[in-house]
């Protein structure tokens, strides 16, 4: 109830956005081991204010895909254009002052102002050009659009080049910019914070108060019919693409002030991808027609939540999986955001080709929470491979099938709600009962291999004596000694070491002590050994 004057200013699907990125904000809170986001109120301020400015200069340019969209077309440049306007931008401030530019000096408001100037009018023409390609060439927007992805990324390279070596006397393949104050429109949080609500506002006005704004809805809709209701088509294609070219040149002049420098060769790549799937998240269909603005800015704000939550969680290479959360992100939002009717989710999974989907699905859940499990849950997962994959497999192809069955929208979503309780019930509870499970088992494995525990001052030590293994046993039995959490001393009395042996005593990540008194070990075992085990006391 209390959500009901909110969710009546926003569409069923913005709504729903709004509470997933509430959502997102939970977990990474619940997964992230420093806790970041309530730690403190400097890091949490730290975070929201990183989380603005990332969600700004990407919903600027995402702003413009969301028109291309609703348009009816589809803009694939956006990365580059941002990575040629941003080259032109420093191009420019480096001719006018090549000397500060050198030295690390300010370059002067009025130098700022032309390098600017000149990049607002790059992207307008870059707009234009791909109108005229698609207007009057004939080309599809996805090929025009494609053509300047390649192109433009490589002409801005050959520019920054030939610049630097005009200018320097050394040729280079970036422009390093070091101007406090043109750096600061991007470092401040407030100058693009207010610049993407500012562009974001107007955007909206543009197409939901003016005639512009419903000409282009028509134009997405249906062209043939925009046509012989007499818009002019070719002038609405044209508006929709310099919009785009230009805020991506917006987005452009940020970026390489964020960055201090302008590098053709790596700034922005990717980041038509990222536009796209912000608008896309915020239910522009890519069909055209339908969309609006404040979807978008939820959109690129999901978007940018998911990115910091896994970067949080994940810490080390965290960039790895950005990209495979966003396409599985955009996957389901294509997918499921234009299925609003009931048949129409009984058509996603009917028949022989529904059920194998189904089938994919469920694999695909399995291998994202077998590989992903063990990193973002990290020391707080006990649980296998094989019981991640399990876990994900068995409820994602229950739910789906439940989805795809006759029964009413209340009672499917309320037994795959069911569904996924038991399932998490079930996770939790493996998570606390297997380690003790384990443990005991490898107690009865240590007793019938006529071996000894003992408690000592910092944890349990493990004792052998005069035992006949071989290596297969004796890697077995290290398997099972790794359940023993505490295990800081291991004694393996007159028993022979191999070289295999050793590789299973690597495995075992917490002992401290090593004690092998008449223990047959070749030297070269030995010296393996001690590289095996650096930290680890070794008594002979």
Not at 221 to 232: P, T, V
Not at 467 to 473: F, S, V
Not at 482 to 509: C, G, M, Q, R, Y
């Amino acid at each position: 109830m209390s959500f009901s004057p909110l969710q009546k200013s926003l569409k069923s699907h913005e709504f729903g956005l709004l509470l997933a990125v509430m959502m997102v904000i939970g977990l990474t809170t619940l997964l992230d081991a420093q806790h970041t986001y309530i730690v403190s109120w400097k890091f949490a301020w730290e975070s929201l204010v990183n989380i603005t400015r990332q969600t700004s200069m990407l919903g600027i340019f995402a702003l413009g895909a969301a028109i291309v969209i609703i348009s009816g077309g589809i803009d694939l440049s956006c990365g580059s254009v941002i990575a040629f306007c941003g080259t032109i931008c420093a191009s420019i401030m480096l001719l006018l002052a090549p000397e500060e530019m050198l030295n690390s000096e300010p370059v002067g408001a009025t130098v700022i102002t032309i390098a600017i100037t000149g990049t607002l009018l790059t992207g307008l023409l870059i707009g234009s050009l791909h109108a005229w390609l698609i207007t009057r060439v004939g080309l599809p927007p996805f090929v025009a659009t494609l053509a300047t992805l390649v192109g433009l990324r490589s002409l801005a390279r050959v520019i920054c080049v030939g610049v630097t070596e005009s200018a320097l006397g050394e040729g280079s393949t970036q422009i390093n910019i070091h101007d406090a104050n043109f750096r600061y429109i991007a470092t401040s949080v407030w100058i693009p914070a207010l610049l993407f609500l500012g562009l974001a506002l107007m955007t909206w006005l543009m197409l939901s108060r003016t005639v512009l704004g419903r000409h282009l809805y028509a134009l997405g809709g249906n062209e043939e019919a925009a046509k012989l209701s007499g818009i002019r088509t070719d002038q609405m294609k044209w508006i929709a693409y310099c919009m785009s070219a230009v805020l991506s040149s917006i987005a452009g002049i940020i970026y390489i002030g964020n960055t201090s420098v302008a590098n053709p060769q790596t700034l922005g790549v990717g980041y038509e991808l990222n536009a796209i799937a912000a608008a896309v998240v915020g239910g522009c269909s890519l069909k055209g027609g339908i969309g609006t603005i404040q979807g978008t800015v939820l959109g690129a704000l999901f978007l940018r939540v998911v990115m910091d939550g896994i970067a949080k969680v994940i810490k080390v290479s965290a960039d790895v999986y950005e990209g495979l959360i966003v396409g599985v992100v955009v996957v389901f939002a294509v997918a499921f955001s234009q299925v609003e009717k009931r048949s129409q989710k009984q058509q996603l999974f009917a028949g022989g080709l529904g059920k194998i989907a189904v089938l994919n699905l469920s694999f695909f859940a399995a291998i994202m929470l077998a590989l992903l499990g063990p990193t973002f849950l990290a020391e707080n997962n006990s649980l296998a491979v094989w019981h991640l994959a399990a876990l994900a497999f068995v409820p994602t192809a229950l739910v789906l099938l439940i989805l795809s069955s006759n029964k009413s929208n209340k009672i499917h979503w309320g037994i795959s709600f069911v569904i996924l309780l038991i399932a998490i019930g079930t996770g939790i509870g493996l998570e606390r009962s297997l380690p003790r499970i384990r443990y005991d088992r490898t107690i009865a494995v240590v007793t019938s291999a006529r071996g000894k525990i003992e408690q000592v001052e910092d944890g349990t030590a493990v004792s052998f004596s005069d035992i006949e293994m071989n290596d297969k046993e004796f890697r077995k039995l290290a398997t099972h000694l790794k359940n023993i959490t505490d295990l800081v001393e291991l004694n393996l009395h007159n028993i022979p070491i191999t070289e295999k042996s050793i590789d299973a005593i690597a495995t075992i990540k917490t002992i401290r002590r090593l004690k092998l008194s008449k223990t047959k070990i070749a030297q070269e075992n030995k010296r393996k050994l001690l590289r095996k085990l650096p930290d680890v006391q070794l008594t002979w």
